[in-house]
């Protein structure tokens, strides 16, 4: 029998109350045998300690401390993790039902599977289920060429020799894009895996501003112009990349400016979805 890995899931958070009790349910009705879940809090006033000292029993650590911003929160919080597997997920979203069996089940079946990511996921304040849309495609190719939207940070995970690889934590420079930076770096190094299955999803809420996605974007394309510096490929299609101007992109926009693009996708969804069954066997053994 396959042994399923320990996965670690940072919970970070600064008052977030309204959501946060809803956020760890999401995780511990996963009923993942090998969990070792972490709160990385930055010193809430909002009552959020209060929420978490009813799951105390369920968590592995517990941070409550000040700290200079989300990276700082997931940096200290996988500081103390242990799982092979690692992922974070913010207090105001969720994880899908059974999306731990799958990422567990996934990386347990195929030990060349470096980094996952499942369909893109929303939903609102309430939890009603706004879209669930195909994953992908991904590649190094199109994330130095501006397209990057999305890698769904709620649900993606990664082996914890690949986090290793690309410096073993996140920028703490980086305010709002910290996930896509960390991807640019996982990139360097392993093809991501997308999923059709739901793993996370990110709620749309009141409060969040347009001006914040603006910043992500800047943020984004200074992360991968300082990428493209590092960047000696002699592959002919990052070449003609890096030679052209830098600026954010769209599927279709990435693939008009770079035609060979589509031909460097991953291409493992159909063999995700042949292990369907194989997963399922491996989930009834638990």
């Given at each position: 029998?396959?042994?399923?890995?320990?996965?670690?899931?940072?919970?970070?958070?600064?008052?977030?109350?309204?959501?946060?009790?809803?956020?760890?349910?999401?995780?511990?009705?996963?009923?993942?045998?090998?969990?070792?879940?972490?709160?990385?809090?930055?010193?809430?006033?909002?009552?959020?300690?209060?929420?978490?000292?009813?799951?105390?029993?369920?968590?592995?650590?517990?941070?409550?401390?000040?700290?200079?911003?989300?990276?700082?929160?997931?940096?200290?919080?996988?500081?103390?993790?242990?799982?092979?597997?690692?992922?974070?997920?913010?207090?105001?979203?969720?994880?899908?039902?059974?999306?731990?069996?799958?990422?567990?089940?996934?990386?347990?079946?195929?030990?060349?599977?470096?980094?996952?990511?499942?369909?893109?996921?929303?939903?609102?304040?309430?939890?009603?289920?706004?879209?669930?849309?195909?994953?992908?495609?991904?590649?190094?190719?199109?994330?130095?060429?501006?397209?990057?939207?999305?890698?769904?940070?709620?649900?993606?995970?990664?082996?914890?020799?690949?986090?290793?690889?690309?410096?073993?934590?996140?920028?703490?420079?980086?305010?709002?894009?910290?996930?896509?930076?960390?991807?640019?770096?996982?990139?360097?190094?392993?093809?991501?895996?997308?999923?059709?299955?739901?793993?996370?999803?990110?709620?749309?809420?009141?409060?969040?501003?347009?001006?914040?996605?603006?910043?992500?974007?800047?943020?984004?394309?200074?992360?991968?112009e300082r990428e493209r510096a590092l960047e000696n490929s002699a592959d002919d299609l990052i070449k003609s990349i890096l030679d052209a101007p830098l600026e954010l992109r769209s599927r279709s926009e990435a693939e008009e400016c770079f035609p060979a693009i589509g031909g460097v996708d991953p291409r493992p969804l159909k063999r995700v979805?042949?292990?369907?069954?194989?997963?399922?066997?491996?989930?009834?053994?638990?």
């Amino acid at each position: 029998m396959t042994a399923l890995p320990v996965i670690s899931v940072v919970i970070p958070n600064l008052n977030c109350a309204e959501f946060l009790e809803r956020t760890i349910v999401s995780v511990l009705e996963q009923e993942y045998p090998h969990l070792d879940l972490i709160l990385a809090d930055g010193g809430s006033t909002d009552g959020s300690m209060d929420i978490v000292e009813r799951y105390r029993d369920a968590f592995s650590h517990i941070i409550s401390e000040p700290d200079t911003g989300q990276a700082n929160a997931v940096n200290k919080g996988f500081a103390l993790s242990r799982g092979e597997v690692m992922g974070w997920i913010n207090s105001d979203d969720v994880l899908m039902p059974g999306g731990l069996s799958t990422v567990g089940s996934l990386f347990a079946l195929n030990k060349n599977i470096e980094w996952l990511t499942g369909r893109l996921t929303t939903i609102d304040e309430h939890g009603n289920l706004l879209r669930a849309g195909r994953p992908g495609p991904f590649s190094r190719a199109r994330l130095l060429a501006g397209d990057y939207r999305w890698i769904q940070q709620e649900s993606t995970y990664w082996r914890r020799s690949l986090w290793d690889r690309a410096g073993g934590q996140c920028d703490e420079t980086v305010k709002l894009a910290i996930d896509g930076e960390l991807w640019l770096r996982f990139s360097r190094h392993a093809e991501l895996v997308p999923v059709h299955a739901r793993i996370g999803a990110f709620r749309f809420r009141e409060g969040q501003r347009s001006e914040a996605m603006d910043r992500y974007h800047a943020e984004m394309l200074e992360a991968i112009e300082r990428e493209r510096a590092l960047e000696n490929s002699a592959d002919d299609l990052i070449k003609s990349i890096l030679d052209a101007p830098l600026e954010l992109r769209s599927r279709s926009e990435a693939e008009e400016c770079f035609p060979a693009i589509g031909g460097v996708d991953p291409r493992p969804l159909k063999r995700v979805q042949l292990w369907k069954h194989k997963v399922m066997r491996l989930l009834y053994r638990i």
